[in-house]
Each structure stands twice: as structure tokens, then as C-alpha cells.
Nanobody
Framework: QVQLVESGGGLVQAGGSLRLSCAAS????????MGWFRQAPGKEREFVAT????????TYAGSVKGRFTISRDNAKNAVYLQMNSLKPEDTAVYFC???????????????WGQGTQVTVSS
């Protein structure tokens, strides 16, 4: 089992920045690829970014590419999502997830956090 806890969400104005963190405990964190997903009210949970176990491979959704950066620190059992140039359409609950490979597919992730709310005002 892997337990995941997100933090760092909040209210920010459009154009601002936030850094989300996800702390992991349980099984060896470095064995897992990590992903960030988000879910806006009334919408499906969607892929945002993913990173492999070593941290040298990342993939982003087109809507966030160039604005968001995913990173990890295996020594701290943590993954991060730096979000810059935020837009109102980025408003959602953001979830981190752990899986066996870096993929955009939600179903391939085995462990999920409870989420952290990000609200971007216009």
C-alpha cells in the first residue's frame, strides 16, 4: 500500500502560481511512477502530468504544457506540481496518484490521494 497526501492548494488570481506537493508513505516510493490529475465540478477526472520513477521522463496534458512542471524528490518521498500562469479553467481538485508506469491513463494508477482544491479567480 502507498498512502498519498496532497497539499498546497488554495485561491489564486489568474496569472499567479501555486506549488502542489504530494507526500507518500508506505511502500518504496521510488518504485512508482507518479501522476497528477484534476477534476472540475461536473467533469471527468483528467490527466495533468506524469513522471517516471527516476524523474527523467515527464509528459503533460496539452492544456498545461509550458505552464506546469512536475518533479519528484525520492529522498523525501514527494512529488510536486509547479503551476504558473494559472487560468480560471485550471480550477479543480488536484489529485496525485502512484502507478507502475508513467501514463496518461487514469485506470493504470493504483493509489490515489484525497485531493487538494485549486481555485483561480479571474
Amino acid at each position: 500500500q502507498v498512502q498519498l497526501v496532497e497539499s498546497g492548494g488554495g485561491l489564486v488570481q489568474a496569472g499567479g502560481s501555486l506549488r502542489l506537493s504530494c507526500a507518500a508513505s508506505g511502500r518504496t516510493f521510488s518504485n512508482y511512477a507518479m501522476g497528477w490529475f484534476r477534476q472540475a465540478p461536473g467533469k471527468e477526472r483528467e490527466f495533468v502530468a506524469t513522471i517516471n520513477w527516476l524523474g527523467d521522463y515527464t509528459t503533460y496534458a496539452g492544456s498545461v504544457k509550458g505552464r506546469f512542471t512536475i518533479s519528484r524528490d525520492n529522498a523525501k518521498n514527494a512529488v510536486y506540481l509547479q503551476m504558473n500562469s494559472l487560468k480560471p479553467e485550471d480550477t479543480a481538485v488536484y489529485f496525485c496518484a502512484a502507478g507502475d508506469r508513467p501514463t496518461v491513463l487514469r485506470v493504470r494508477y493504483d493509489y490515489w490521494g484525497q485531493g487538494t482544491q485549486v481555485t483561480v479567480s479571474s
